[in-house]
């Protein structure tokens, strides 16, 4: 009988017309919230605006700080932090992708015990007296809203790590389908597959649990049935509400299991190289997974059923049809497959094994992986 813990404390609130709550849901947390969020598309599709007119109609104070980039930096955070405890904030509202809401995390830690936010990397560090945190994606993919980790890039040493807390959970949690029809077809594209890497990752780490797989199978379903769709009509509400919860689902996923390999590698590319993070992943996964066919070629087959597979019997068989159902979902998305497709050289490998092997998501992965090996996987991608 395995053991295994199970803990999820973020109140989620699903469904079209949720984002009209917030007012009343950020009240019984705190006064006067910063709201953290990017530079530009919030504030162009009037979200931004939005926000803090239901923040204000319910009495809560609010403070903006909108410098969030993509892979937010330690600087962004440190300075968020500092706003934050000059205006004397007690809740951190996240608005906007993973970058927003893993800065809102961040934005959390260091203006509740102060420092740097580089000084929180790794686990074990951080306290229950964390400021609370909102969170409200405006993508679907990072599933940030239900994860214990806020990832971050120290410039300095050219370094992508996390905080990794059960104190940074989200309080609250609104997922609402309507905040994701602007998003273009290849944003879609590239936060489907975090969120298709993170079940899968999560279904293949060594550390998975009954309660991780249900969620990381029906993450890959909803995926498997409206990504393409989501990607090619931005619209179809029903395929964005599809999407939407398979990234919540996939991070409450990883927030159990954590991730492998793939997630291993990616943070160091994205460190050294600031790729974007749902491309480089995705472009992990297949390789990913044919990596560790060997180890756990029974269990990759059982997902054979996520993709509307028949199952046949032979278990490498139907791992394989697991593989192709990924790579034909990645050509009809014209979703690229090589890292030399997002910048990554021969050149840059040796660094990035370098950077990635003291990572815990390549312990996590189910066939070992050394030095040689890694550059070996690395070079047959790009």
């Known amino acids: 009988m395995q053991n295994f813990k199970y803990y999820m404390p973020v109140k989620i609130f699903f469904g079209e017309g949720r984002l009209e709550e917030l007012g009343t849901l950020t009240k019984g947390l705190g006064e006067k919230a910063l709201l953290?969020?990017?530079?530009?598309?919030?504030r162009k599709l009037g979200?931004?605006?939005?926000?803090?007119?239901?923040?204000?109609?319910?009495?809560?104070?609010?403070?903006?700080?909108?410098?969030?980039?993509?892979?937010?930096?330690?600087?962004?955070?440190?300075?968020?932090?500092?706003?934050?405890?000059?205006?004397?904030?007690?809740?951190?509202?996240?608005?906007?992708?993973?970058?927003?809401?893993d800065s809102a995390k961040g934005i959390a830690v260091v203006a509740s015990h102060g420092g740097s936010a580089w000084d929180y990397i790794g686990e074990g560090k951080v306290t229950e007296k964390t400021l609370p945190i909102v969170a409200i994606p405006t993508t679907a993919g990072t599933g940030s809203e239900t994860t214990l980790v806020s990832v971050l890039t120290n410039k300095k040493n050219l370094r992508k790590d996390a905080i990794s807390s059960p104190y940074i959970f989200p309080r609250v949690a609104i997922v609402d389908p309507n905040l994701m029809k602007s998003m273009p077809s290849e944003l879609t594209a590239d936060t489907g597959f975090d969120a298709l890497a993170h079940a899968v990752e999560a279904y293949l780490s060594i550390n998975a649990n009954p309660f991780s797989d249900i969620l990381a199978m029906k993450s890959i379903s909803l995926i498997n049935d409206s990504l393409v769709e989501a990607t090619k009509n931005g619209e179809d509400l029903e395929a964005r509400g599809n999407m939407a919860l398979a990234s919540s689902?996939?991070?409450?996923?990883?927030?159990?299991?954590?991730?492998?390999?793939?997630?291993?590698?990616?943070m160091s590319i994205g460190g050294i190289l600031d790729t974007p993070h749902g491309r480089t992943v995705?472009?992990?996964?297949?390789?990913?997974?044919?990596?560790?066919?060997?180890?756990?070629?029974?269990?990759?087959?059982?997902?054979a059923s996520c993709f509307n597979l028949p199952a046949t019997g032979d278990s490498m068989n139907d791992a394989w049809k697991v593989i192709e159902a990924i790579k034909k979902m990645m050509k009809e998305m014209n979703f690229p497959t090589r890292l030399r497709d997002i910048g990554v050289g021969r050149k840059d490998i040796p660094k990035i094994v370098e950077d990635c092997m003291d990572r815990p998501d390549i312990a996590n992965n189910p066939k070992k992986i050394d030095y040689k090996e890694a550059q070996k996987f690395l070079e047959s991608i790009v």
């Open 36 to 42: 953290v969020t990017g530079r530009k598309s919030m």
């Open 249 to 266: 689902l996939a991070g409450m996923a990883i927030a159990q299991a954590g991730v492998v390999a793939g997630h291993g590698f990616g």
């Open 47 to 101: 979200i931004t605006d939005k926000v803090m007119k239901l923040l204000q109609e319910s009495f809560v104070k609010v403070v903006l700080y909108d410098e969030v980039t993509p892979n937010p930096t330690v600087e962004v955070v440190n300075e968020g932090a500092k706003i934050a405890v000059k205006e004397g904030c007690d809740v951190i509202i996240g608005l906007g992708g993973g970058s927003a809401l």
């Open 282 to 303: 995705g472009i992990l996964l297949p390789s990913v997974i044919s990596y560790n066919l060997p180890e756990v070629s029974e269990r990759i087959s059982q997902l």
